[in-house]
């Protein structure tokens, strides 16, 4: 009776976690996937990117500048290259897992076996770890958008500078209305390193005078006509002139509103399935234990013969 009820929970073990290794093995396709589509897109926004740096030069060609969109490229192909690695070192993983949890369940392969449950335990512990941090610690995100700002604004060298960094922290500006950390004072607290003599003419102009610069040309808003470019020198205010928007808040305003409760729900999904590797786990070992048995009460094939002494 013992032998069978086990023999059941041995073949729903096996069910449950064939199913929901199918599930992840389709999961890890996804993600590798999108691995390999990432770098595909990267090609398709350079080219969105050319044309929106394109726009932005020719509405700022009365500036002295020097973009470096070749440095800016680098810089994409980095982080695309990343993140695209990234996916794919997962995606291959989670299919390897998922095989081995299936080859383990399905035929008790007792190597599988160990070793998905190693996995499956490693993976338990990181993802409650990461549970735990995040509930611990919700601001985090935040925090790492302050530093990289803060990091930005103190190494800032201007639009005539080559420095990849500063070329960053002009397009957040731009795409995001808004300047500095704070506001556009931390450019007088914070940017040392920051070159201020930029090159400014009039459209009816054809040489540059220049100033002493207040604020970074992209802390202007670049809706309005190229003569509001002078809102870098003028210290003019809105709507010339984003400085008293500070990129944090503008960040953490839209990380509050939008982003907080979606990453919220990511991670109760998380700890949800916790539960689901748990049973996992213990699945893996119910199925190693009863294959260990099985190999243990096999009989032995050979027979053996006793002979018997021959009557005269």
Same mark, same amino acid.
């Given at each position: ?20 290794? =199918? ?10 996937? /999108?691995?390999?589509? /990432? ?6 926004? @350079? ?17 002295? /500048? ?5 440095? +800016? ?34 035929? %008790? ?17 990181? *993802?409650? %770890? ?15 958008? @302050? ?5 930005? =604004? ?7 500078? @080559?420095? =990849? ?6 397009? =957040? ?59 870098? !020198? ?30 919220? @729900? +990511? ?6 399935? +916790? ?26 094939? %050979?027979?053996? !013969?006793?002979?018997?002494? *021959?009557?005269?």
């Amino acid at each position: 009776m013992g032998s069978g009820c086990l023999t059941c929970c041995r073949w729903c073990c096996c069910c449950f976690i064939s199913f929901v290794n =199918v599930l992840t093995a389709i999961l890890g396709l996804a993600l590798l996937a /999108t691995g390999c589509l /990432t770098l595909w897109a990267y090609w398709v926004v @350079r080219s969105a990117f050319d044309q929106h740096v394109s726009s932005m030069l020719t509405t700022t060609d009365n500036i002295e /500048t020097s973009v470096d969109v070749e440095s +800016l490229h680098q810089a994409m192909a980095s982080n695309t290259m990343i993140s695209a690695i990234v996916f794919i070192i997962l995606g291959v993983l989670i299919i390897v897992m998922s095989c081995l949890g299936c080859c383990g369940a399905c035929w %008790g392969v007792p190597s599988c076996l160990i070793i998905y449950s190693v996995l499956v335990a490693l993976v338990l512990l990181s *993802q409650a %770890g990461l549970v735990i941090f995040w509930f611990t610690n919700s601001d985090v995100m935040k925090d790492c958008s @302050r530093n990289w700002l803060e990091e930005q =604004v103190k190494n800032y060298k201007g639009s005539q500078n @080559r420095d =990849v960094g500063s070329m960053q922290l002009d397009v =957040v500006q731009v795409v995001g209305g808004c300047c500095g950390v704070n506001n556009g004072n931390d450019f007088y607290t914070m940017a040392t390193n920051w070159n201020r003599t930029i090159g400014y003419r009039s459209n009816n102009k054809t040489k540059f005078s220049y100033y002493n610069a207040s604020y970074p040309f992209s802390c202007c808003n670049y809706y309005l006509e190229r003569q509001d470019f002078k809102c870098a !020198y003028a210290n003019l205010s809105d709507p010339y002139s984003n400085r008293q928007n500070g990129c944090y808040e503008k960040f953490a305003s839209v990380f509050d509103n939008y982003l907080k409760s979606g990453f919220d @729900r +990511l991670f109760f999904g998380v700890a949800g399935w +916790l539960g689901v590797e748990i049973l996992l786990l213990l699945g893996a070992l119910l199925i190693f234990y009863h294959k260990r048995q099985q190999d243990e009460d096999i009989p032995h094939s %050979g027979v053996q !013969y006793k002979m018997q002494p *021959q009557m005269a």
